[in-house]
Every structure is written in structure tokens, then in C-alpha cells.
């Protein structure tokens, strides 16, 4: 029983007090929603300040908007306004100076007006004069007709031929006159021109060696240019065919060699090679290829500075090679270039003594030797003059230029003015004391003989003449000329130069075949 009850009493309690809470719950929600709504309408009464406040600015700010935008509309109308009444001012002056134009024009055409009328009675005097003269004569002739006898074209058909016999008479006497002083003066006014030609042209004798002088920084260098056994010269004398002289001259080595291409080839390349000095036959022939692509851009340098230092202008690209190649050549021991120089030189003055076209002139002078550099061993069959009118025909070049290079040593027919002067030229040139060496000239044919007879041969990859023409080094093709073969090759070359040519003492034949195998590794 007494648990019971205090069960009961207990759930009776908390019902009590969940009711009483309740209450007390209910209570404080009303009081919060109170607070709550009392808020809201605070709140509500501020928004509707605030937003009178922001009309009444909005308001304000539109007003100050449309007063700035009225003030600038009422700038850009006052602007119009003023650019309006100049415009009109303008026009206005505009008016007033095209009616003075106009007046002023009125007025000039009266004072024309009145001009053609006066030329017109001026006309119409001149005119009646002119009957009046014309009757006159009319009447002159008349009376003189009747006084002599004859008419009037008889009369002058008569004076005619009195002056015609006069005439013919004084100009027989004048050209006879005139002939006998041009024979007289002839000759001496041709020597005249010619002298004061030469006089006015001091060019220096270039006469060509065979030897070129390589100068060293002491002998050390020597005994690494020489190389193992020798065989760095031997790889230089290969690659240039340029006999290399290594005696006891201090301080220097000599390269020997008729063509003069070579020897600038050798002379360059070892300068580069003691330079580097890295010097071995792999080197060597390294250097070798590059010199010689070198020189060849120097060929075309030096024709082109030849062109523009004597004012010669649009000259083909390959004629200007040509002009080049002549710095390594000679003509009977003297340089081509400097030869072909002087006779353009030389053409030109006495072209311009006698009134022709010195430029076309100087321009047949430069080139007419350019037949003496042929390209191909082919081409030095052909006289050099008629190669190198096939050149310059070939190239573009004018007829008259053209005839002048292929008449200068009279193989074809001259036919225009410049042609005889090439051909004097060219022999004033040639004629200088000391400008030409016969010897050295046969001396060089020799050895370009000695060479062409090798290549005549099969198999033949190089061939050169060293040692003064004393022996014929032959570099032959490993994979066409065999050991055995290379040495019949050298016996044929010998029995050929024996029966072909004439020289002094005896001439060695090498034949030289060299097997390489080439791999990369990568």
C-alpha cells in the first residue's frame, strides 16, 4: 500500500508540474511574440524613413542631372549658332570675292575684245599690202623680162648653172686641198692620240713567278710541317699539287707551282694549318676543300671590285667569274687581270680621243682576253679570242663588243670602229719593255702539256707537274686502277710523253693509288 501510494503521488507530482510548465511556457511565447511584433513595426516605420529619404535624394540628383545636361545642350546650341553665323561670313566674303573675280574677268575680256579688233584691222592692212607687194613684183619682172630678153625661169635656170660649175669647181679645189693635209696630218695626229693615250695610263709591270715564299715565326714550325717520314708534306703536295721546298732558308718554305690557283690554295692552307696547328694529313685535306671553296668566293669578289673600279655596268654574272679567274693567270708572264685592266684603261682614252663610246669601249678591252680562263680542258682547243666572242655572244653582250674580242688578233673580220682599237691596245699592253717573259709563258704550256697527257689516260683522278716539269705525279682511282695496273699506267704515261714532247733531261712518272675504308660510329 505504501508504495502505491507513493507511485501515485509521484505521477501525480509530475503531471502537476509538466501543467504548471506548460503555463509558463505558453506565458513567455506570448511575451516573446509581443516583443517580436512591437519590432516588426519599428523596423517597418525605419524602412519607410529610409525610403522617403532615398526618393527625396534620387529626386534631388535627377533635378541636378537635367539642369547639367540643359546647361550642355544649351553649349553645343550657342557652338552651333557661332559656327553657323562664320559659316555665313564666309560665304558672304566668298560672294563678295567672286563678284570682284567677276568684274575683274569682265574687264579683261573687253580689253581682249578690243585687242582682236585691233589685230584684225592690223590683218586686213597686212593684207592689202601684200597684194600691193605682189603686184608690184609681178610688174618688176615683167619689165625685166622685157629688158633682157629672156623669162624668168630661164634667167634662173641660167644662174643655176653658173653656180652650180662654181660650186663644183671651189669644192674639187677645197677637198683636194683637204686631202693632201689629211695625209700629212695624218699620221702624226694617230701617233699623237696613241702617245698621249700611253702617257696618261702609268700602270705598273705585273710580271708572274712560279714560286711563292712562305714565311714562318721561327723553324720550329718546319719540322711539324714535314711531319712524320714526311708525310704532311707529302699530303700537302697530294691534296694542292703544289711541290713544297723545305731547305735551310730560315724562316721560310717555298711553294712551287706553274698555276698560280694552287699555289694561293697551298700558301693559304698552310697559314691556316700553322695557325691551328693541328697539322695531319686528315687536317690537311680538310683545310685544302675549304681554301678552295674560298678562293672561289674570292674570284667572284675580285671580278666584281674590277667591274665597279672601272665603271663597267651589268656585266653577266659569269663573265664577272671570268674577270676574277684572270687574277691566277698570266700571258706570257704577265698577269691577265692587270693586262686586261690597262687595255680597258687604254681603250677608253683613245675611245674618247677619236669620239666614240669609251664605256663600250673599256668593256670590250676588259673582256677581251676572257677566252685564256676556259672552264673545261675542252674549251683550250679553241683560239682564246674566238672563245671568248662565243662567251660574251653567249652572256648578252653587244655585237660591237662582241666583234671586237673575237677581231683583236684578226681570226675574224673587224667590223665596227672599237675592233682596231681592242687590237692596238692590246698590243701597246703587251709591248711595254719587261711586261712579258716568252720563256716563262713555253715553261708554263710545258707543264699544262705534261698534265692534259695524264688525264688522256683512264682512271686518272689527279694529275700534277712538280719538280720544274722534272716529274708528273699521277693520283689514279683505287677502284678502277689496280696495283698491276697503276704500274702499266706509269709505263704508258712515260712511252707518251717520250713520243709526244720535247723537254730537257728526263721527266719521273709516279703513278700514286690510295685504298681507304670509311666507317662511322654511331
Partial sequence: MDTTTILIAGAIGLLIGFVIA????????????ANAKKEAAMLLKNAENEGENIKKDKIFQAKEKFL????????????????????????????????????????????????????????????????????????????????????AEEATNQLLESLKETAKTEAMAFMQTTLEEAKLTAQQEAKKIVINTIQRIGTEEAVENCVSVFNLESDDVK???????????????????????????PEAII??????????????????????????????????????????????????????????????????????????????????????????????????ELGLNPKLAKRAGLLHDIGKVPNTETEVETPHAILGMQWAEKFGEKPDVCNAIGA????????????????????????????????????????????????????VQKAYAIQAGRELRVIVESEKVSDEKAAQLSFEISQKIQTDMTYPGQVKVTVIRETRSVNVAK
Fill in 408 to 459: 683583236h688578233h684578226d681570226e675574224i673580220e673587224m667590223k665596227t670602229l672599237i675592233a682596231p682599237i681592242i687590237q692596238v691596245c692590246d698590243a701597246i699592253s703587251g709591248a711595254r719593255p719587261g711586261a712579258r717573259r716568252q720563256v716563262l709563258d713555253s715553261y708554263i704550256q710545258r707543264l699544262k702539256d705534261l698534265e692534259d697527257i695524264a688525264f688522256g689516260f683512264g682512271g
Fill in 22 to 33: 506548460k503555463f509558463l511556457e505558453k506565458g513567455k511565447a506570448s511575451k516573446t511574440l
Fill in 68 to 151: 547639367e545636361l540643359k546647361a550642355e545642350h544649351e553649349k553645343v546650341i550657342i557652338n552651333k549658332d557661332k559656327k553657323i553665323s562664320e559659316s555665313e561670313k564666309r560665304a558672304r566674303d566668298k560672294e563678295s570675292q567672286v563678284s570682284s573675280e567677276l568684274a575683274k574677268n569682265k574687264k579683261l575680256n573687253d580689253q581682249v575684245e578690243g585687242k582682236i579688233k585691233d589685230l584684225d584691222h592690223k590683218v586686213e592692212l597686212y593684207e592689202k599690202k601684200h597684194s600691193e607687194l605682189e603686184k608690184l613684183h609681178k610688174s618688176q619682172v615683167q619689165q625685166l623680162e622685157v629688158i633682157s630678153g629672156l623669162s
Fill in 223 to 249: 719540322g711539324r710541317i714535314i711531319g712524320r717520314e714526311g708525310r704532311n708534306i707529302r699530303a700537302i703536295e697530294a691534296a694542292t699539287g703544289v711541290e713544297i721546298i723545305v731547305d735551310d732558308t
Fill in 255 to 352: 711553294l712551287s707551282c706553274f698555276d698560280s690557283v694552287r699555289r694561293e690554295v697551298a700558301r693559304l692552307s698552310l697559314h691556316k694549318l700553322v695557325t691551328d696547328g693541328r697539322i695531319h694529313p686528315a687536317r690537311i685535306e680538310e683545310v685544302v676543300r675549304k681554301t678552295e671553296k674560298q678562293i672561289e668566293q674570292e674570284i667572284v669578289e675580285i671580278g666584281k671590285r674590277t667591274v665597279i673600279d672601272l665603271g663597267i655596268h651589268g656585266l653577266h654574272p659569269e663573265l664577272i667569274k671570268a674577270v676574277g679567274r684572270m687574277k691566277y693567270r698570266s700571258s706570257y708572264g704577265q698577269n691577265l687581270l692587270q693586262h686586261s685592266r690597262e687595255v680597258a684603261k687604254l681603250c677608253g682614252v683613245m675611245a674618247a
